[in-house]
């Protein structure tokens, strides 16, 4: 089975070779890129296939807004990848080893032997081999273009590193962290006598010195019973906001009074707390330098592209190719 990260990759490449065969095929062109064109059919199975890899990583008001953006986005998105692949084929790139070296991975990935292996994984999915590997190799050769064009022009200076630093220090403060045990009774279909009941046995057996661990694991309603209680390490903003609050008046071994949420009750108990802290520059160093870089790559990615265009003959036959249709 293909884990789902790799899934929504092999997804994007290959889902624009398995859409539409069995369709019957317009060869219009709608678009005129230097001596290539865009025709009907390839834009129509780019944007099925753009559609089909949204639906697998987006949900809701998300997926709404991509598709809203899709339509008026996606020719400019078609020619500037041909254009990208153009390029890459007039300086005769060779990327075998990145392609076999990305295969290699997805293989490790997913606990694949065999290129065999691979293959039937692509097959399962409606994926061919030969066109999925193309569109790989493509999307390969399209990004050592950006990375040799674009990427390697861009400089960071430590000054304008720690200059960020100084300015955005507030963004750069670890929030408090807690590790947590609690008992949890549901109050779902729940006898309110009965868990009132509950509740106070609970609390005598806590208040007697009875280990918190085995009373949550033998009176929580699951999913804590199997875990005793564990509800793992958590950040400050990352429990349900009712338990946030009763969080932030404990300290380290303290137990809760009972904490009615969403769901049922809890009796929390914080196993540790760590205070919030402000990160030292050199733990802050490689997100502001991830920051830094991504803003600087977009305004000069953006250039490149517009200058690209301007030298190359582009010609947009039907800028709005499926009409209301979709």
């Known amino acids: 089975m293909i884990k789902k990260r790799t899934r929504l990759l092999l997804a994007a490449l290959g889902m624009a070779a398995a859409l539409?065969?069995?369709?019957?095929?317009?060869?219009?062109i709608v678009a005129i890129v230097n001596d290539e064109v865009i025709t009907l059919s390839h834009y129509k199975r780019e944007y099925d296939s753009r559609v089909q890899t949204a639906r697998a990583q987006l949900q809701g008001a998300e997926l709404d807004k991509y598709m809203e953006s899709l339509k008026p986005g996606l020719m400019d998105a078609m020619i500037t990848d041909m254009l990208l692949l153009q390029m890459a084929k007039e300086k005769n790139y060779n990327v075998a080893d990145q392609v076999k070296s990305t295969i290699e991975n997805i293989k490790k990935e997913n606990n694949l032997s065999s290129d065999d292996d691979l293959k039937r994984a692509l097959q399962a999915q409606g994926l061919e081999w030969d066109p999925w590997l193309k569109q790989l190799e493509e999307m390969i050769m399209q990004r050592i273009v950006v990375d040799t064009e674009v990427n390697r022009s861009i400089v960071l200076d430590d000054s304008e590193i720690v200059d960020f630093y100084k300015k955005h220090k507030a963004e750069f403060v670890e929030p408090e962290e807690y590790k947590i045990r609690a008992v949890y009774l549901s109050a779902v279909d729940a006898d309110a006598a009965a868990l009132e009941t509950k509740k106070k046995e609970i609390e005598d057996k806590i208040k007697a010195g009875a280990n918190f661990e085995e009373i949550s694991?033998?009176?929580?309603?699951?999913?804590?019973?199997?875990?005793?209680?564990?509800l793992g390490t958590m950040k400050k903003g990352q429990l349900d906001p009712t338990l946030q609050q009763a969080l932030d008046k404990m300290k380290k071994g303290e137990v809760s009074p009972w904490?009615?949420?969403?769901?049922?009750?809890?009796?929390?108990?914080t196993e540790d707390k760590?205070?919030?802290?402000?990160?030292?520059?050199?733990?802050?160093?490689?997100?502001?330098?991830?920051?830094?870089?991504?803003?600087?790559?977009a305004l000069k990615l953006n250039e490149?592209?517009?200058n690209l265009k301007k030298k190359s003959f582009i010609k947009i036959l039907k800028p709005n190719p499926l009409g209301a249709d979709k």
């Not at 760590?274 to 790559?297: H, M, V, W, Y």
């Open 217 to 230: 694991g033998t009176f929580s309603d699951e999913p804590l019973k199997e875990s005793k209680g564990d």
């Open 259 to 269: 904490v009615r949420a969403k769901n049922g009750w809890y009796l929390m108990k």
């Open 274 to 297: 760590k205070d919030s802290r402000q990160l030292e520059f050199e733990e802050a160093r490689k997100t502001i330098e991830n920051r830094l870089f991504g803003e600087k790559q």
């Open 304 to 306: 490149f592209l517009v």
């Open 20 to 28: 539409g065969l069995a369709q019957e095929v317009v060869e219009e």
